[in-house]
């Protein structure tokens, strides 16, 4: 298999080399300022790839992690030299010498810059290799430990949410930027980043001064990066692979200080503590507070801004909906450390009204800050009693109901400790089926609040906003109440049987 | 409530009639009975899946057997759950943790759950993070925890609300020999001092040295059960539960593993 797999990535590599080498003879065509704007930013590009890609991906993979030759006794020098030769075998390190010696390409119609650049891109790729390897090294002990792990993992999801945002102005941007790119690569030019890049351009025009200057740049980044990495793998050879967060000492209660000493109050402040430390429930802490974001650019971008206040409200109530409804997975999510409530003869009222008690407190004030927020930027202060409204109707009727599903159903949720994008294997359809019933169940249930609003809102008299409010707040807390009556029930009946199936699925 | 399983002034502390469990086809406890007389330091050893992690998981409430009952004090487990719970402190193994919370917290919780007191409850956790050893990581997210000082916190976890019953699966698996004189200390005082223990356990040695009393399951079923001395009848518990169980390798064994 792993043959298969370097082949594949050698053809590939293959492929992108192919694509470089007739853009670079293409471009080769143009003026020696063009050639150097070009390719000072394409190489500053690939040295952040260098930079970014390694620590990103040992998250996942830690193919250059120094911690695997602490057992080994090598000599530094000969170990920093193998290591830095062996990248060259690899396909990507490959791929980058050709390439970057393959820039000599786009200067035929200036041999004297074609040489220059053969020897700058040999020294280009090695600043690649060295970058990669130092920040791998500095990074190391940090990769390994859980906390890198947990945030790594939350915060690479917010680039992804806000994607649509991101890529309409980037579009929106680089209309402006066509300007901007030559200023943009002299500035490069020096810096670490783009500095070798740029010595063959100035060769071309002349600037032999510039040139010297740019490869002492050049050539001082390669060495400070030799160094840092040398000292960063020396320490990394001696440290063992995974040391444990420092040790701490008692007296840190945290949330179990906020929340009343009650078998409630203590399984609320649990699940608090989960919702900040867990990244399984941190990433949906993450997410649900930048979906109202999400919702007013796209209501932005097709009705203007005047509905600002409105769209930020009403997403509001799906951020505080999504927060209360991942309370139906909790048992799935706790897993076999489940066993300590059933041990502990928790009674379900108790375990019922603790997880609602913290995911109701969260998005409650999610909802009621967007509201607040929406009714401030949009100056509609007279319709606030309406999303507020559908608010707290949303939060009671999507806890109630969750706290019913959560002790008859179990599904596949991540473990753990796994990240929480990891998807289990198994058959997920019917849990889809339980979500989607979920889902319906409290659309059906927040009718009369959502109706109340939406007049409100259309015909933009308060008096409805006001009865919306009214009737959320009684309707919301009667559901609720029925709700973790009916879920503690069931959960009386039932926990064994929660506890059986959720460790069928380990 | 029933009192038919409690013979005597004395109900045992834990009294098992006809548990039985089985997992699909593959029968993993076929219908034991067993009394744990109050105040003793009760053994259960087998063979790896004998079916002692399930007995014990439906004595102490936390799987639903087929058939049969239990009574811990005289109090119907699968009756009255919460009232059984109260009198019984339980470490399991082969469950997670809540490992997101510190150790300090951890304990707390479990106290908490039971309903007890705040005070009483920080007492406590500060009494038994010290005797454990634990009072420098007290802070530290159990996640990060090495295996036996998760196996410590567990077992605090279970002593928080000082029950009449201790059922402690696995207790020394991977605790270092220090920790386990200390368990063995805290154990043998809250014996004295009234208390029962059940201890499943694989280590022959340890089982014949500190329990007064043993049952040998294998494959679900009780084949022994008594005092140590009764059991074992002059033999050593080891040879005495080889004999029991069975299933030594006669053969040759790896003939490729001689160095000679
Ligand atoms: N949830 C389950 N689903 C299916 N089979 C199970 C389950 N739990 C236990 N078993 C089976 O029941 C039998 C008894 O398992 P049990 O865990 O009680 O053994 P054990 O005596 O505790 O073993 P060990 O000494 O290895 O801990 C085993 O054959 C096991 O495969
Ligand atoms: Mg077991």
Same mark, same amino acid.
């Given at each position: ?333 706790? /897993? ?90 198994? /058959? /997920? ?78 | ?46 063979? /790896? ?212």
């Amino acid at each position: 298999m792993q043959v298969v797999g370097l082949v594949i990535g050698g053809l590939y590599g293959l492929g992108i080399l192919a694509m470089v080498m007739v853009g670079l003879v293409a471009l080769g065509a143009q003026g020696p300022e063009a050639i150097g704007t070009v390719i000072v930013l394409a190489g500053s590009a690939l040295f952040l790839g260098w930079l970014i890609i390694p620590v990103v991906a040992s998250g996942l993979d830690m193919t250059l992690d120094p911690a695997r030759f602490t057992t080994y006794s090598i000599p530094m020098k000969s170990l920093l030299a193998g290591l830095a030769l062996s990248s060259f075998i690899g396909v990507p390190g490959a791929v980058t010498l050709l390439a970057t010696v393959g820039t000599a390409a786009a200067w035929w119609q200036h041999p004297l810059s074609a040489l220059v650049a053969v020897l700058c891109g040999a020294l280009a790729a090695l600043t690649c290799i060295v970058a990669s390897r130092a920040i791998t090294a500095a990074s190391a002990s940090l990769a390994s430990s859980r906390k890198f792990k947990d945030f790594s993992g939350m915060v690479l999801l917010v680039p992804l949410i806000l994607l649509g945002p991101i890529i309409t102005g980037v579009t929106a941007g680089i209309q402006d930027l066509q300007e901007y790119l030559p200023s943009l690569a002299n500035t490069l030019s020096w810096t670490p980043l783009g500095a070798v890049w740029a010595v063959p351009a100035e060769v071309a025009a002349g600037h032999w001064v510039l040139a010297g200057a740019k490869l002492v740049i050049a050539l001082a980044a390669v060495a400070a990066l030799t160094l840092i990495w040398k000292i960063c793998l020396a320490k990394a050879l001696v440290t063992p692979a995974y040391a444990g967060s420092s040790r701490r000492s008692a007296g840190h209660m945290g949330f179990f200080k906020l929340f009343a000493a009650t078998p409630t109050g203590a399984v609320a402040a649990r699940s608090m503590t989960y919702w900040f430390r867990d990244p399984r429930y941190g990433t949906g802490l993450i997410m649900a507070p930048l979906l109202p974001l999400v919702f007013v650019f796209a209501g932005s971008q097709a009705a203007g801004t005047g509905s600002l206040g409105i769209t930020l409200g009403l997403g509001g109530v799906l951020a505080a909906f999504l927060i209360v409804w991942s309370i139906s997975s909790d048992i799935s999510y706790d /897993n076999t450390a489940f066993a300590l409530h059933l041990a502990a003869g928790v009674s379900g009222t108790a375990d019922r009204s603790g997880r609602a008690l913290a995911a109701g407190t969260l998005g409650l004030l999610l909802g009621v800050l967007y509201a607040v927020v929406g009714a401030g930027i949009g100056g509609s202060w007279a319709l606030l009693p309406a999303t507020l409204g559908l608010t707290i109707g949303v939060v009671g009727s999507a806890l109630g109901l969750a706290s019913v599903f959560s002790s008859r159903f179990t599904m596949n949720a991540p473990l753990p400790g796994d990240s929480p994008m990891k998807s289990r294997p198994g /058959n /997920n359809f019917p849990a889809m089926l339980v979500q989607l019933a979920g889902f319906a169940g409290v659309g059906v249930l927040i009718v009369p609040e959502l109706v109340l609003t939406i007049i409100a809102l259309a015909t933009h008299q308060p008096l409805f906003g006001w009865i919306s409010l009214a009737v959320g707040v009684v309707l919301g807390g009667a559901l609720l109440l029925a709700g973790i009556r009916m879920g503690a029930g069931q959960y009386n009946r039932r926990a064994p049987e929660l506890l059986l199936a959720v460790s069928a699925d380990r | 409530m029933s009192d038919r399983a409690a013979p005597g002034q004395r109900p045992p502390a834990l009294a098992i009639r006809g548990l039985a469990k089985r997992f699909g086809s593959k029968v993993a406890v076929n219908s034991i009975f067993l009394d744990v007389p109050a105040g003793s330091f009760y053994g259960l050893v087998g063979p /790896n899946g004998a079916g002692k992690t399930t007995s014990l998981s439906m004595a102490t409430g936390l799987l639903r057997p087929d058939a049969g009952q239990v009574w811990v004090h005289g109090v119907d487990v699968w009756g009255s759950p919460l009232e059984a719970k109260r009198l019984m402190g339980l470490l399991p193994d082969g469950v997670r943790l809540f490992d997101r919370l510190t150790g300090e917290q951890l304990v707390t919780y479990a106290g908490l759950l039971r309903g007890m007191d705040k005070d009483t409850v920080a007492d406590r956790v500060k009494d038994l993070l010290a005797t454990l050893d634990l009072a420098k990581d007290a802070g530290t997210l159990v996640v990060d925890y090495s295996a036996g000082m998760t196996k410590k916190i567990a077992l605090a976890s279970a002593l928080i609300h000082a029950p009449r019953l201790l059922v402690l699966d696995e207790p020394f698996e991977s605790v270092d020999p220090v920790s386990a004189a200390n368990i063995k200390d805290i154990l043998n005082s809250y014996v004295e001092s009234g208390g029962t223990v059940i201890v499943s356990s694989h280590v022959m040695d340890l089982v014949q040295r500190m329990c007064d009393h043993v049952a040998v399951i294998a494959g679900g079923n009780v084949l022994a059960a008594g005092t140590v001395d009764e059991v074992r009848g002059g033999l050593s518990l080891e040879d005495k539960f080889v004999e029991l169980v069975g299933g030594r390798n006669q053969t040759a064994g790896l003939q490729w593993l001689r160095t000679s």
